[in-house]
């Protein structure tokens, strides 16, 4: 199997948790594509930039255009409106979508369709026609169409809630709901049997993103709503849905999408691995699912990524306190060494250890083949009479001295273990 995949746009919280999920699987290429520079370019080894908005004329040409340059084989949408979009224009697309069908899409892809559609349900949210309808509040507005928790407001009066209906008359009135909310993260396989629902609770959300999350056992009403969902609309692949507690503890519907969604990485890393399985399902795969069998919580921060105006081909790198850490391996520095070897940058280690180098590399398992050339010197010596100048190289250490002395002397590039980060390539 070589496939190549083309996540759109990449660099959205979803974009990164296909990148994430795949980035490893044998045989599948990955192909940032975005719109505008984003974070996507620091993490997709292959990356497009320039392709133009969903709604900008052209697009669809466009589109086609980079599949067509990259030897495109799939799709991935990785925003709601992308996901309505390219269901929409199927038949135009030179590449498969990985979504499901247009239908569910654009259900999906409307809170008040979702809601008509299940009508009478038991797990259906309230849904006020007009304010006189509502005879207690809270009352929850939302809009029709959106993603996390642009637009929404919690009204506790008519006053409040006409306030927010005269500045947009399209907001849905429905019922509040004050319990948790949870994400059921789910897989449907080609024959449309759900083959994996995954419970987890949304305990701390940030601008409609969840970023502390942990799994938990599936209630039972939960797995009999993603069962009603699930034959009601035509899934293809990963979707998920979301419900709410109400005043009483009964879980009611707040949305669904039939895409990846950025939290999914909980599941992953329990063995269920979303993006692949749906690929491996449009390739016409029966696939075995195991979940291991622990909890698991995420929780999220900002996460640094640098590009630097920089190339090199050897790095000096010296031993005590920056290779190691104490008396263990510093795993950090490892990982950039292992990343030098696999660009093929010179690895150079230059120490003044006290004891035989060799001899202590090997008892902390690190090879000594890693290194193009291993310089043991003395106390007194001066680490900048033993570098060469044929090849443009940096200097790590965690002596400021050292870096000092190099720096004057040659004017070469050093860093100190906290700027390691910086060398870290996280393209795949």
């Not at 009964?250 to 969604?261: G, Q, S, T, W």
């Not at 696999?342 to 150079?348: A, G, P, R, T, V």
């Amino acid at each position: 199997m070589d496939k190549s995949i083309l996540v759109f746009p990449c660099g959205s919280e979803i974009g990164l948790e296909i990148n994430n999920a795949l980035k490893y699987a044998k045989g599948i290429k990955l192909i940032g594509g975005s719109s505008i520079a984003d974070h996507g370019k620091y993490v997709y080894k292959h990356y497009v930039e320039g392709i133009p908005n969903i709604d900008e004329p052209g697009f669809i040409e466009a589109i086609n255009k980079v599949i067509e340059d990259e030897s495109i084989d799939f799709i991935f949408p990785a925003h709601d409106s992308v996901v309505l979009k390219l269901s929409q224009h199927r038949q135009d697309l030179k590449a498969e979508v990985l979504t499901s069908d247009q239908y569910t899409c654009e259900v999906s892809r409307s809170k008040k369709k979702t809601y008509e559609l299940f009508h009478g349900e038991s797990f259906n949210p309230h849904m006020y026609g007009h304010l006189d309808e509502v005879e207690s509040y809270p009352v929850f507005l939302k809009p029709d169409v959106g993603q996390g928790s642009k637009g929404v407001a919690l009204a506790k009066s008519q006053e409040e809630a006409e306030y927010h209906l005269e500045k947009n008359h399209d907001l849905l009135i429905l019922e509040y709901l004050p319990g948790k909310e949870y994400t059921i993260d789910c897989f449907t396989d080609r024959h449309g049997q759900l083959r994996f629902s995954g419970m987890r609770e949304r305990k701390r959300i940030k601008s409609g993103i969840s970023v502390n999350s942990h799994t938990l056992k599936i209630d039972e009403a939960v797995k009999e709503i993603a069962e009603k969902i699930n034959q009601t609309l035509k899934f293809r692949g990963m979707w998920f849905f979301q419900v709410k507690e109400d005043v009483d503890g009964k879980f009611k519907l707040l949305e669904i999408a039939p895409r990846i969604a950025g939290t999914m990485n909980l599941f992953r890393n329990k063995g269920v691995n979303f993006p692949l399985l749906t690929v491996y399902d449009r390739l016409g795969y029966d696939v075995d699912i195991i979940e291991n069998e622990y909890a698991i919580e995420v929780d999220r921060a900002f996460t640094n990524r640098f590009k630097l105006d920089l190339e090199y081909e050897r790095v000096y790198i010296d031993f005590d306190d920056t290779v190691t850490y104490g008396e263990k391996v510093n795993p950090y520095v490892m990982m950039f060494m292992y990343q030098c070897l696999s660009k093929d940058i010179e690895l150079i280690l230059i120490t003044k250890h006290v004891h035989d180098i060799r001899e202590t590399l090997s008892k902390l398992k690190i090879s000594a083949e890693m290194f193009n050339e291993i310089i043991h010197i003395t106390h007194d010596d001066l680490k900048h009479t033993y570098f060469k100048h044929d090849k443009k190289s940096i200097f790590i250490d965690d002596s400021y001295i050292e870096r000092k002395q190099i720096h004057k002397e040659y004017g070469l590039p050093v860093f100190d273990l906290d700027a390691i980060e910086s060398l870290i390539d996280w393209r795949y």
